[in-house]
């Protein structure tokens, strides 16, 4: 199984919304892919990130997938492809990593 981690630093403002609200749309964008794509097994995002949390970020996802093979499909699967236009218009930074367990 492949896990494949995201986060993300939003900009202050943009696309007529604060980052706030764009964390929240993203985050409502991704999670609504659950049943779209099937090599999308689980996900979850989250905009609120623990006061433990060692790294510059606003939201987090995390994935999961069988195969590399299936990480790739979901990437470039049109209906996730339609979401990344829209987040990378607002972040300022992305930071990911994927790994197998």
């Not at 986060?7 to 609200?21: H, I, S």
């Not at 764009?22 to 609120?48: C, H, Q, T």
Request: aromatic letters at 4%.
């Amino acid at each position: 199984m492949i896990r494949h981690i995201v986060w993300w630093t939003l900009k202050d403002e943009a696309e007529g919304a604060t980052a706030a609200q764009n964390g929240l749309k993203v985050k409502e964008l991704i999670e609504a892919l659950r049943g779209k794509i099937d090599a999308l097994k689980s996900v979850e995002v989250s905009v609120k990130l623990a006061a433990t949390t060692t790294v510059d970020a606003q939201i987090v996802l995390h994935s999961t997938h069988d195969t590399t093979a299936d990480l790739a499909a979901y990437n470039n699967h049109p209906e996730h492809q339609k979401i990344v236009g829209f987040i990378k218009k607002i972040v300022n930074s992305r930071q990911a990593i994927d790994f197998e367990v």
